[in-house]
């Protein structure tokens, strides 16, 4: 789960010396809302971002002379002067863990993603994130369904879940067991399988003593 394998690799970056103006039209017309800054050697030194642009640009109150006089002042202004020096990024060995974590905490839309020499290679967003979650659980897996299982607690019932999907010859690609937020059960074990036939596993469930959550399986 290397963010290598889910960034968007050799992002989009600019100079420290090119106007706002360049910088604004660069964002609007790829439809970012982050721009790696780097040097001659393409190594990082900034971020600009949509917003760092919008609070550069004149108030709207502004008319006339006055705001010619403004643009005019910011078409000579190199973004090194708005850019953000506050540098985190990621590493090519970062995990997806990694990237949630910090993009959590800090409130922020994307990371870069840099090798040893912190040369930009790649930029994670929040949205290349939830398509690599989406792929590592299954969400676009053709005939899969989530299905979920009280955890009792008992000895074993992991083994148990295993058994009855190698029984009925249904493969199942994920297994996550976790806690049960909505009560005082111990616990939901989820698995992500390849199956049509649900009346099938519901009574197999049942004859092994297993407990389907039935906001998690639909029969038909």
Same mark, same amino acid.
């Given at each position: 789960?290397?963010?290598?394998?889910?960034?968007?690799?050799?992002?989009?970056?600019?100079?420290?010396?090119?106007?706002?103006?360049?910088? =604004? *039209?660069?964002? %609007?017309?790829?439809? $970012?809302?982050?721009?790696?800054?780097?040097?001659?050697?393409?190594?990082? &030194?900034?971020?600009?971002?949509d917003r760092d642009i919008r609070s550069a640009y004149p108030s709207s109150v502004l008319s006339g002379p006055e705001l010619? *006089?403004?643009?005019?002042?910011?078409? @000579?202004?190199? &973004?090194?002067?708005?850019?953000?020096?506050?540098?985190?990024? #990621?590493?090519?060995?970062?995990?997806?863990? !990694?990237? /949630?974590?910090?993009? *959590?905490?800090? %409130?922020?839309?994307?990371?870069? &993603?840099? !090798?040893?020499?912190?040369?930009?290679?790649?930029?994670?967003?929040? =949205?290349?994130?939830?398509?690599?979650?989406? *792929?590592? $659980?299954?969400?676009? +897996?053709?005939?899969?369904?989530?299905?979920? $299982?009280?955890? !009792?607690?008992?000895?074993?019932?992991?083994?148990?879940?295993? =058994?009855? $999907?190698?029984?009925? !010859?249904?493969?199942?690609? @994920? /297994?996550?067991?976790?806690?049960?937020?909505?009560?005082?059960?111990?616990?939901?074990?989820?698995?992500?399988? @390849?199956?049509?036939?649900?009346?099938?596993?519901?009574?197999?469930?049942? %004859?092994?003593?297993? +407990? #389907?959550?039935?906001?998690?399986? %639909?029969?038909?």
């Amino acid at each position: 789960m290397y963010v290598q394998y889910y960034m968007t690799p050799n992002p989009i970056t600019i100079k420290p010396s090119i106007p706002i103006p360049e910088a =604004r *039209e660069i964002l %609007k017309r790829h439809d $970012f809302r982050h721009l790696p800054v780097v040097d001659s050697q393409g190594r990082l &030194v900034g971020i600009v971002t949509d917003r760092d642009i919008r609070s550069a640009y004149p108030s709207s109150v502004l008319s006339g002379p006055e705001l010619e *006089e403004e643009l005019s002042r910011l078409a @000579r202004t190199p &973004v090194q002067e708005i850019m953000s020096t506050y540098l985190l990024s #990621l590493d090519m060995e970062s995990t997806l863990d !990694d990237a /949630l974590l910090l993009l *959590e905490h800090q %409130k922020i839309g994307a990371l870069p &993603v840099l !090798d040893e020499g912190r040369v930009v290679r790649g930029i994670l967003s929040i =949205r290349d994130l939830l398509k690599a979650y989406g *792929e590592l $659980f299954g969400l676009r +897996e053709k005939g899969s369904v989530l299905i979920a $299982f009280k955890d !009792d607690g008992s000895p074993g019932i992991l083994m148990r879940i295993v =058994r009855l $999907f190698e029984n009925l !010859d249904i493969p199942f690609t @994920r /297994l996550l067991r976790t806690k049960d937020k909505r009560g005082d059960a111990k616990g939901i074990i989820y698995v992500r399988a @390849r199956t049509y036939n649900l009346n099938q596993l519901n009574g197999a469930a049942s %004859k092994a003593g297993l +407990e #389907l959550l039935g906001s998690s399986i %639909k029969t038909t």
